[in-house]
């Protein structure tokens, strides 16, 4: 049952995530999304705070920079919530 509950949940976070990215898409514009949001960033959310994981420094500063207002429109749409917080971190491939 805990399994249940667990992979209901953790379809469900993906489903919201794949909202996000669907609704920050419209709002930035597909060239822009593409570039910045497409390959090979993530997208993390729970309790307000939208994580972004991208493969250096440079990706996740422009990407807080220069889209932060779409990426809040973007959470608000999907989730009725404003955003917290944006965090940025960079991964290794």
């Not at 805990?2 to 949940?9: L, N």
């Not at 593409?34 to 729970?46: C, D, E, G, S, V």
Request: net charge positive; proline share 3%; aromatic share 10%.
């Amino acid at each position: 049952m805990q399994d249940t509950i667990r992979d209901e949940c953790s379809r469900a976070r993906g489903a919201r995530i794949s909202a996000i990215g669907e609704t920050l898409a419209e709002k930035a514009g597909p060239p822009k999304y593409r570039i910045w949001f497409k390959h090979p960033t993530t997208l993390a959310f729970a309790d307000g705070l939208l994580k972004v994981g991208a493969s250096n420094l440079f990706i996740a500063s422009w990407i807080k920079d220069y889209l932060l207002h779409e990426i809040s429109l973007s959470v608000r749409a999907v989730t009725e919530r404003f955003l917290r917080k944006l965090g940025t971190a960079r991964f290794n491939l």
